[in-house]
């Protein structure tokens, strides 16, 4: 995970930093600085973080309950069995497929990159196979940048175990942690907007559409209209034949105006 040399982590990680740097070189590409600043401080937080997670799962003190510490099992070998399997690979497949994947189109037609983006084809020309990719790492800005990490998180999380919280509780740091453990708020705004607006757009669809629309009006509205004219008309069922007579008389009159007129 922190692309220690000649492990599969190192040759995506060190092409990648490789290419940004030739990017920079060149001068061609705007924001290749940036990049170069990001990719060199993501080598030295990965490492930080992937050993600190290391040191407080395999050597810290244990941080859970009884009940918890009661439960403990291996997973069964079905689930083990192939983290294995995957793992064995993992590890060293890059030393057989950098070749083919990073410098020989390994991929063909599946990616395009632009000629002046196209930072791996200057640096197929440099390229002197495996082992000298890993002697230049060795020797380059990003290993140092990583075992760096690598000691800091020792530092920090072995030998020093208070001192984070002490780092934490500093002005200024609390407020970054503080930001970082909200994860920059994205986690909130997501929350309120996305999921928020989704929820009250539903909300809506429902008491508009659902509840008046389909319920009220043509549900139950139906229903109501249909009882309102049954009871008018109800009314005319009286039950009294002279009621009847004079509905009678009155509809031949008024069919015989009809006929007269026209």
């Known amino acids: 995970l922190i692309g220690f040399p000649g492990f599969s982590g190192f040759f995506s990680k060190d092409t990648i930093i490789e290419a940004v740097e030739e990017a920079v070189n060149e001068g061609s590409i705007w924001g290749a600085h940036f990049a170069e600043f990001a990719v060199l401080a993501g080598v030295f937080i990965t490492a930080l973080y992937s050993f600190r997670m290391y040191f ?7 941080r859970m309950d009884h009940h918890t510490k009661e439960h403990l099992h291996e997973t069964p ?4 069995v192939p983290l294995i399997l995957l793992a ?10 950098v070749d083919a994947m990073i410098f020989n189109n ?10 002046h983006h196209d930072m791996l084809a200057e640096l197929a020309d440099e390229y002197h196979g495996v082992w000298g990719v890993i002697l230049h790492g060795i020797q380059a800005e990003p290993f140092f940048l990583a075992m760096a990490g690598v000691f800091t998180a ?15 509780a500093l002005p200024g740091i609390r407020q970054i942690k503080a930001v970082l453990e ?15 607006g989704s929820q009250s757009i539903g909300r809506g669809l429902w008491k508009v559409g659902d509840v008046t629309l389909i319920d009220g009006l043509m549900v139950n509205g139906s229903a ?35 006929f007269v007129t026209n």
């Open 88 to 97: 064995i690979p993992s590890v060293g497949i890059g030393l057989y497929t």
């Open 56 to 62: 407080m799962v395999f050597h810290g003190e244990p």
């Open 77 to 80: 070998w079905v689930v083990t």
């Open 224 to 258: 109501r209209t249909v009882g309102w004219l049954s009871g008018i008309i109800r009314r005319v069922q009286s039950g009294f034949l002279y009621h009847y007579a004079f509905a009678m008389i009155a509809g031949l009159l008024a069919l015989f105006a009809l």
């Open 154 to 168: 020792w530092f920090l999380y072995m030998k020093q175990p208070q001192l984070p919280a002490k780092i934490a």
């Open 182 to 196: 909200n994860n920059y708020g994205f986690d909130d705004f997501n929350a309120k907007v996305f999921a928020g």
């Open 106 to 115: 390994w991929l063909g037609d599946a990616i395009t990159v632009a000629t």
